[in-house]
């Protein structure tokens, strides 16, 4: 599946589900990690909430504050952006990654 059907997807479950609304503007960036694991992730400003796609699933991530950069964490998987870099953590491991 190509990554802008994987996009397309990932937003119209989001707002097939009510998670938000038809006129927010999102962005998808996919990042490129250590070690060659990757992922993307659909960012909805309007509901302070990232959609992660990595392993073939996809998981809504509720935004939390942040002192920079800016956070998003939900059952044991963090992702921290700063700029075009990203940290994942999930299951008790850190994980660098690049904005490609």
């Known amino acids: 599946m190509t990554m802008m ?12 589900a009510g998670l938000a609304p038809p006129a927010t503007a999102q962005s998808f960036v996919n ?9 993307e992730l659909a ?3 309007d509901t302070k909430a990232a ?3 990595l392993d073939g699933k996809s998981v809504r991530l509720p935004q ?4 920079s950069g800016t956070r998003y964490r939900k ?7 700063k700029g075009d870099r990203a940290t ?8 660098e990654c690049a904005a490609r």
């Open 88 to 95: 994942l953590r999930r299951a008790g491991k850190r994980i």
């Open 5 to 16: 059907r994987i996009g397309a997807a990932m937003a119209l479950a989001a707002l097939t």
């Open 43 to 45: 960012l909805f400003p």
């Open 64 to 67: 939390f504050v942040s002192l």
């Open 75 to 81: 059952d044991g998987i963090t992702i921290w952006i």
């Open 51 to 53: 959609f992660l796609q």
């Open 31 to 39: 990042y490129e990690c250590d070690g060659g694991s990757q992922f």
